[in-house]
């Protein structure tokens, strides 16, 4: 069993910055790949990024990204903590969400899992509400 817990959502204005994390307990953390999603009020959950389990000795490289939050948001993980985090810059109205971690259900995956569906154990999410 693996338990995430997120923390570090909150208000901010447009513009500002806010840096997610997610805490793993239980069992292996460092040969998945962590995933964040978000679920904005009415609309479906989506993908933000992804971290690779190998730190990018693999082909895909190290993290991936939507394309919405491409060179605003940063995905890292601290495998020697169990924790990953989002740090999200430049923040939009549109970035309002719940933000919720993840772990990829397979071990050392050697592509990009962007479906919710690729994820096993998820955390209880951390709301991120961006003021225009």
């Known amino acids: 069993q693996v338990q995430l817990v997120e923390s570090g959502g909150g208000l901010v204005q447009a513009g500002g910055s806010l840096r997610l994390s997610c805490a793993a307990s239980?069992?292996?953390?460092?040969?998945?790949?962590m995933g964040w999603f978000r679920q904005a009020q009415g609309k479906e959950r989506e993908f933000v990024a992804a971290i690779s389990w190998s730190g990018g000795s693999w082909s895909g490289g190290s993290a991936y990204y939507t394309d919405s939050v491409k060179g605003r948001f940063t995905i890292s993980r601290d495998n020697a903590k169990n924790t990953v985090y989002l740090q999200m810059n430049s923040l939009k109205p549109e970035d309002t969400a719940a933000y919720y971690c993840?772990?990829?259900?397979?071990?050392?995956?050697?592509?990009?899992?962007?479906?919710?569906?690729?994820?096993?154990?998820w955390g209880q999410g951390t709301q991120v509400t961006v003021s225009s």
């Open positions: 239980g069992r292996t953390f460092s040969g998945y790949d």
């Open positions: 993840a772990r990829d259900r397979i071990p050392r995956r050697q592509t990009w899992a962007t479906s919710g569906d690729d994820y096993d154990y």
